[in-house]
């Protein structure tokens, strides 16, 4: 589903990002990636969803190379990857119902379908009485699950979580972790990043490391080891 | 296509009313710019008018000598009524009228009147008062006083004085005056509109920066760049418009105010009544620029975060 060919980043000589990375996502995977800070995992899913372009190599997703795709492609391209940010990036002037119809009036959909389906995917993240609610009177919890039902709400093919639950506490990262699993039970494929070595042993899912812009394992259902 | 639209311009207001203190911000500074757009409409206004009514005071008058009879002044007025450049009618006073006037200017002056008396004879001389079409013809029309037409047919000499070149001097130092203050107030303004657009521009994009996460979390959803771009577009619009009505509401008191200082200063132009018999004229120009500046800032503004 989505494979990366010998993908390189680099910024200036000396820099490197990436290094010769390759290797493939299969549906309903739900991967975690691991490494230290700078390790390039923020570089990687940025490619992947064409925020920037690798220096070498290439990035498919179903067959076609995301790097070749004009601006309106792309914006259909990412209408199928949902992405989860560790600060939530909920936008501040609209309430929780807007954030997420946002993204659907994004995608085209019609005041209908916007009317039935914000409902149901704050209901999936446990948040129907926060509907009317702006971000500022939400928690940091409250908040990524807003965040995590945006993402959702276009039913899209991947979730991208870029460590999502850096900035919340173990009882929130428990929750926001049961609902990453939850959606990848429903046939969701889920690329996730964290530093927490807590969630990766507790997920017994695949597990790619990385360093210095390279893999330098990928385990079947793996540990959190650096 | 409609739904997007109707979106977008719910979209605008929605972050129009909801950036309360922001908005408010944007629409103080577009007040002042659109405030010294509209002023210099005011001053255009006031140093045209002054030059206008300037250049109608200029005429010329051709005093005859005392001893020159009626029907040569009358076939000199006949020969200047036939110049392209004058236009008619051309004033004449006769020698009776002119001591007229004088007695009936000098009534209570009893000095003044009894020296009239003791000359014996009426000592005031025919004039003709002349205008011309456009102020340039002056020069020609006294010219051909000057030259042989001023001879009766026997060649004798029957104009006393043309007051045209006593006036010319004073009359053409203020056309300079006007002109020059009014070219440097062009310059002025001009600057002035150019640092208050640009100050304008620069509070829009500051109210754009503040919103660079929003954008680029709108990107990531796959939102098009003019679906991202047009609530901003919309709201800079709103911005526009409501510094416009602003504006023109502070107009209304400070031209009241103005009014009558403008009348007696100005020869006779009453700023307020100007301003409110072109009202509509000055309410498109202002509404105009103020959404143009507004719209268009928000467009080149949001831009720059749109590259994601």
């Known amino acids: 589903m989505i494979h990366f060919d010998k993908v390189s980043k680099i910024y200036t000589d000396k820099s490197v990002a990436l290094e010769e990375i390759s290797f493939s996502i299969e549906p309903k995977e739900f991967v975690s990636i691991v490494g230290h800070s700078g390790a390039g995992k ?30 309106t492609q792309i914006n259909e391209f990412r209408r199928k990857i949902g992405v989860v940010f560790q600060d939530f990036r909920l936008i501040p002037n609209k309430n929780v119902y807007e954030n997420i119809a946002f993204a659907m009036e994004a995608a085209g959909r019609t005041d209908e379908e916007i009317e039935a389906d914000v409902p149901h995917v704050l209901e999936l993240v446990d948040l129907s009485k926060k509907i009317w609610n702006f971000p500022h009177e939400l928690s940091g919890g409250e908040k990524q699950r807003v965040s995590i039902a945006r993402a959702i709400v276009n039913q899209p093919d991947v979730i991208i ?66 | 296509m409609w739904i997007k639209i109707k979106r977008v311009i719910r979209a605008g207001f929605f972050s129009f009313w909801r950036n309360g203190f922001i908005s408010l911000s944007s629409i103080l500074v577009m007040v002042v710019t659109l405030f010294v757009i509209g002023s210099t409409i005011f001053s255009g206004v006031i140093l045209r008018s002054t030059l206008d009514q300037i250049k109608e005071k200029v005429d010329i008058n051709v005093y005859f000598l005392t001893t020159i009879e009626e029907p040569e ?32 200017k000098h009534e209570n002056d009893e000095i003044t009147l009894q020296a009239l008396d003791e000359l014996g004879a009426n000592p005031f001389g025919a004039t003709l008062n002349i205008r011309a079409k456009e102020p340039s013809q002056y020069e020609s029309i006294a010219k051909f006083l000057e030259s042989n037409n001023s001879l009766s047919s026997d060649g004798e000499v029957i104009i006393d004085k043309v007051n045209y070149y006593q006036n010319k001097d004073v009359i053409d130092r203020l056309t300079r005056v006007i002109n020059s203050a009014n070219k440097l107030g062009l310059i002025l303004t001009i600057l002035l509109i150019g640092i208050s657009i640009l100050i304008t521009f620069n509070t829009i994009r500051l109210v754009i920066y503040m ?21 901003f577009f919309v709201a800079g619009a709103i911005y526009g418009f409501i510094s416009a009505i602003v504006t023109l509401i502070l107009f209304y008191p400070i031209t009241i105010w103005l009014g009558g200082t403008t009348e007696n200063f100005f020869v006779g132009l009453n700023i ?24 268009v800032s928000s467009y080149l503004a949001v831009r720059k975060y749109l590259k994601v």
């Not at chain 1, 173990?170 to 530093?195: M, R, S």
């Not at chain 1, 812009?213 to 959190?224: C, F």
């Not at chain 2, 307020?272 to 202002?286: D, E, K, P």
């Open chain 2, 211 to 231: 919103s660079r996460d929003e954008i680029s979390v709108m990107r990531l959803v796959g939102a098009s760049a003019n679906y991202i771009r047009g609530p």
């Open chain 1, 42 to 71: 923020t570089t990687l899913l940025k490619m992947l969803l064409a925020e920037e372009s690798p220096s070498k190599g290439k990035i498919f997703f179903e067959s076609t190379d995301i790097h070749s795709l004009s601006k």
């Open chain 2, 73 to 104: 002044v009358l076939s000199m007025k006949e020969n200047l009524e036939k110049l392209p450049e004058v236009a008619p009618p051309i004033v004449y006073v006769s020698r009776e009228d002119a001591l007229a006037e004088f007695q009936k």
């Open chain 1, 161 to 226: 979580a870029d460590e999502p639950t850096g900035n919340l506490d173990p009882l929130n990262t428990y929750d926001i972790v049961q609902i990453l699993k939850k959606i990848n039970d429903l046939g969701t494929t889920i690329i996730l990043t964290t530093h927490n070595k807590g969630v990766i042993d507790s997920l017994k899912k695949r597990v790619l490391t990385m360093e210095n812009g390279r893999i330098i394992r990928d385990d079947k259902e793996g540990k959190y080891i650096i």
């Open chain 2, 272 to 295: 307020f009544h100007y301003y409110a018999n072109n009202f509509g004229q000055i309410f498109l120009i202002i509404v105009g620029s103020g959404v143009f500046i507004g719209a």
